[in-house]
């Protein structure tokens, strides 16, 4: 256990809609990326935020947008679905300072997403 | 942006050989390079990692050498088990402003050990 939580485990929806995946970092941590995980793309960095504010952005389309809340926990809110947004969606998140050592990524289980 | 390729994308030994994952990466100002481990439908666990500071660095029976200047880094597991089996993920990372350190990441590598 990593200790970064997301929900749902599971979703599953249709073309068109909008859902919304939520992640809480570990106990301290301040930076939350999101990745998207699919069989064609493989692992690719969607969209990063620290102590609340957005700091970069990836392969994340015009769609999809996220936040970070006070309390550091992130929600990742993915509109207008498409066949292909069918993934798996992981959060990381780590300590986020530039100190040594304070980088490492670590993992939450993943929503994995289905449109239908 | 960063690029990372990853070789081979299926590997097959039988338990107890080693088995050797290579990397290379293109921008020559990343240095940090994680390895992950992801079994199937779970999580990506962070195995071992190395900063460019350092040319190898070991964990039990888990090894991570990099080589700076040709741009490539390898993961070395020796005496495999079949609970080594997964697919694992070589990435490459640096500051990109604003404490971003988003991760690139290899295509993967699925390690099959055989009993």
């Known amino acids: 256990d990593s200790g970064v939580t997301q929900t749902p485990k599971h979703l599953i929806t249709a073309t068109g809609q909008r859902v919304t995946l939520r992640c809480s970092p570990r106990s301290g941590d301040l930076s939350v990326y999101w990745y998207q995980q699919s069989l064609d793309q493989g692992l690719q960095f969607l969209i990063h935020y620290y102590n609340g504010e957005e700091r970069a952005k990836g392969n994340i389309l015009e769609r999809f947008s996220a936040q970070q809340f006070p309390d550091l926990h992130s929600e990742l809110n993915l509109s207008s679905l498409e066949l292909g947004d069918s993934a798996l969606y992981f959060c990381a998140s780590s300590v986020g300072s530039g100190r040594a050592l304070a980088i490492e990524q670590f993992f939450g289980p993943g929503t994995r997403l289905t449109v239908l | 942006g960063e690029n990372v390729e990853q070789h081979p994308s299926t590997l097959s030994v039988q338990e107890g050989d080693s088995a050797v994952i290579k990397c290379t990466y293109s921008?020559?100002?990343?240095?940090?390079f994680p390895w992950y481990k992801q079994e199937l439908g779970k999580r990506p666990q962070l195995i071992i990692d190395?900063?460019?500071?350092?040319g190898e660095k070991k964990d039990q029976r888990i090894a991570v050498t990099l080589n700076k200047t040709a741009k490539h880094f390898s993961l070395h597991i020796t005496e495999t088990q079949p609970e080594d089996s997964a697919v694992y993920f070589c990435a490459a990372s640096k500051d990109s402003g604003g404490s971003n350190y988003k991760l690139t990441f290899g295509k993967g590598t699925l390690l099959t050990v055989n009993p």
């Open positions: 190395i900063r460019s500071n350092v």
């Open positions: 921008d020559s100002a990343s240095n940090y």
